[in-house]
């Protein structure tokens, strides 16, 4: 194929992606409602997976605290290998099917929390061996999965299987299957951070202001919320340090 054939067969690949992730819908509400529930007792949500599942577990997670304000404990994600297996794959570090229950447990997992593997198989031993501990545990669990009725399926609370079909590179994974992985995760965590009042409208009221952007950002929230000039929003959130710290002086005022 010439450049131009392989970007528009791949994309062509790619825009079945958002309409297949739609038919589990009912599936991600369920987990979601469910992880609502476990969070507000005071639990967390674990994300388990290896290779490109894992990684993209890791990304969700460490993009919810400069994004909703929460502490770094409130949604982890662990991969087969540890944090080297982030960059560099980790030989076998998915076949070992006890690792998965001693990595959560040393982060003290308890019945409060809930445990999601990811796997686009559905059959990483890393990921089953973790689930299946969970469950004795009486921990909340859910999986997502690219296969029909893979092993994590079976085993989960509230599985997700992400249909995609075969990848443009047979075999290929960080593909349509990690591209809707991806969403998937982006839908569950949002939709668990609105619904714990971790924004206001569509606002990310809670972001953590690490930089110039992000700063400009606040501001413009802040005018747009108090209808108040550029400078004296800017006044109040040098004081204040965050746009919700803002917006709730200003409401007790």
Known sequence: MSTQELLININAEDKKVAQLVEQQIPNIEKLVDAIVTKMKLGGRLFYIGAGTSGRIGVLDASECPPTFGV??????GIIAGGDTAIRKAVENAEDDIDQAWKDLSEFSISDLDVVIGIAA????????GGLQKAKEHKIITGSISCNSQSKISKIADFPIELIMGPEFLTGSTRMKAGTSQKLALNMISTSVMIKLGRIRGNKMID?????KKLVKRGIKMIVEELNISTEKAAELLEVHKSVRAVLMAIKTE
């Not at 972001?207 to 930089?211: E, F, K, P, Y």
């Open 207 to 211: 972001m953590q202001l690490s930089n």
């Open 121 to 128: 198989s559905g059959n990483t031993p890393y990921v089953i």
């Open 71 to 76: 502490p770094h404990d409130w949604i982890i």
